[in-house]
């Protein structure tokens, strides 16, 4: 099927770029609540599943023989904007566990918020991979490993313990058959595997609710959840989506974008998780397509629901400060 | 009609993006030489557009008055990345007019480039008009209205001459009647006005090969595109498509790029022009797409005809090195 246009970008009086995908939000016996495009096509969930990909971290037991905080489980949650902040609770982590920025192995890259990372270039000659956005997520590997007696060198290959743990929790989240046949590299080294979007809203319903999962998998999915939306900083950073729609209704919506234009989110107290991608991977077209679709689920709220739209639009004003355009979500997602 | 997907993005086994987009190719007869998706849709040709816009400069005589030299009638016609030398040339242009940098009206920005963003951010506090991808059209439109005894002062609006002169002439090479109908604000402040694909590629066309021009009017198009060709790193700058593809070719190809996925570009010698449009808007997938339309064109000559193939083709590398995916062009473009 060909995927509907869900996000228009206009100049003036006319539609200048259209923006196609699919979306899904899904109960935790994982009946389709919404749906646009084509929901059974496997995308790879690249960062969005990083909740998903932090529960060794809590199941094995590192989180509490360590002592992590909500941040810094939030953190191993994160696609952070390498501020300050993110990258001294990454060391916080490591140093927890012994170890250092040496032992990361997810490479190194400035700041992908402009902001930030002109503070980078005046505060350093170079980032290092404490820098990385994924570095929180790289130190709860650690932890992990560490705290479960494996080296951790070569973390992030196919074969290491904690990509097996990975790859076990997903499956078993998504319903996936995960293996080399579906298997990419992503940004930061380690695999990522292309699943359904359907099976992919379900795991995060599944993580949601606890529906389905053994007690001990349904509290630490649980756990890293609240985290998130306990510490919407520590996930995301300033300005940035995730962090701002998880600020809209403090402790009730998490969201987690990944590359290549996905989102997914989760509203634990109605029991419904949501996964979408933009077909085309653009991060500006997922953005306003999540902050559409959690929208549908706060009609009864009128504050939240709004603020949500709001995000769903993004006024465009160029270098003088005039608005041009807006990129704004089709009457695909009806009234929201 | 729905255009086709021109361009994947793949990710290890599978293919993680897609691009979907509209080419057309036409001779200065304005006749189809080759054509994917929605040709006769009508698009904002963005800066993909800067050498027609660059037309009142030569001319109204300004150019010769002044004495510009190719370098910059080819900044006129460019989206600069805002390197040192770049910012200088627009700065020298303007005193030819006997004005500065505060006659410019198009609003400062830091370089869209990350390594002439990061040597910007150590040599100065924050980025002035000059440094704005736009500085040397909008030089040139200075230059043009002083020469003509035009005040410049608000010389982006909509009723000022330059702006004027603009719609004229662009009017005349696409075919498409401009006014406030299909008219948006550009980036830098001043109108942008959506023409049919097919209307741009034939403008290009007629500037290229001067079929159905005034003789005046043929040399100036013909000087600008020659400019261009001839000092490729001021239409761009360094590692821009626009400077390699014409790199490619020392002076047998012109190619300029718009913002929201636009490429224009032309072949003199063989008298064609080219110009499409990702759907989406996505930059990644235009470049593909240029390149892989020119390379058909250059099938008699191998060593062109590879080089153009290679830029049509991106690898995509994380961050510690390692090869992860492809930006590649679909069969849609055949054996191109």
């Known amino acids: 099927m060909t995927n509907p246009v869900l996000v228009e970008v206009t100049r003036g009086p006319l539609v200048e770029s259209r923006h196609r995908g699919m979306v899904i939000a899904v109960d935790g016996d994982g009946r389709t609540v919404f749906s646009l495009g084509d929901v059974d096509a496997a995308i790879f969930p690249r960062s969005a599943c990083k909740a998903m990909q932090a529960l060794p971290l809590v199941e094995t037991g590192a989180a509490d023989a360590y002592g992590l905080d909500q941040r810094m489980l939030a953190l191993a949650c994160s696609s952070h904007n390498g501020e300050p902040e993110h990258a001294a609770l990454a060391a916080d982590m490591l140093a927890l566990a012994g170890r250092d920025v040496s032992t990361l192995e997810c490479g190194a890259h400035w700041s992908f918020s402009q902001p930030v990372l002109i503070d980078q270039v005046r505060a350093m000659d170079k980032p290092n991979a404490l820098h990385n956005n994924c570095s929180g997520k790289h130190s709860g590997f650690i932890c992990a490993a560490c705290h479960a007696g494996v080296d951790p060198q070569g973390y992030i290959g196919y074969d290491h313990f904690i990509q097996r743990e990975i790859r076990d929790a997903m499956e078993s989240l998504t319903g996936a058959a995960l293996g080399h046949d579906n298997c990419g590299i992503d940004g930061c080294a380690i695999p990522t595997y292309a699943v359904p979007l359907k099976g992919l809203a379900h795991g995060f319903a599944k993580m949601a609710t606890g529906t389905g999962l053994a007690p001990e998998r349904a509290r630490a999915a649980r756990r890293l959840i609240d985290a998130c939306m306990a510490e919407p900083f520590y996930v995301a950073g300033t300005k940035r989506a995730c962090t701002r729609l998880m600020q809209i209704a403090p402790g009730r919506i998490f969201a987690k974008t990944g590359a290549e234009g996905v989102f997914c989110a989760a509203i634990p107290e109605?029991?419904?998780?949501?996964?979408?991608?933009?077909?085309?991977?653009?991060?500006?077209?997922?953005?306003?397509?999540?902050?559409?679709?959690?929208?549908?689920?706060?009609?009864?709220e009128p504050e939240i629901e709004a603020a949500l739209l709001a995000e769903a639009t993004t006024s465009m004003h160029n270098w003088n400060g005039m608005h041009v355009g807006d990129v704004r979500v089709t009457e695909a997602f009806g009234r929201a």
């Open 270 to 300: 109605q029991g419904i998780a949501i996964a979408l991608k933009c077909e085309d991977g653009t991060t500006r077209a997922a953005e306003a397509m999540i902050a559409a679709t959690l929208a549908r689920f706060f009609r009864d």
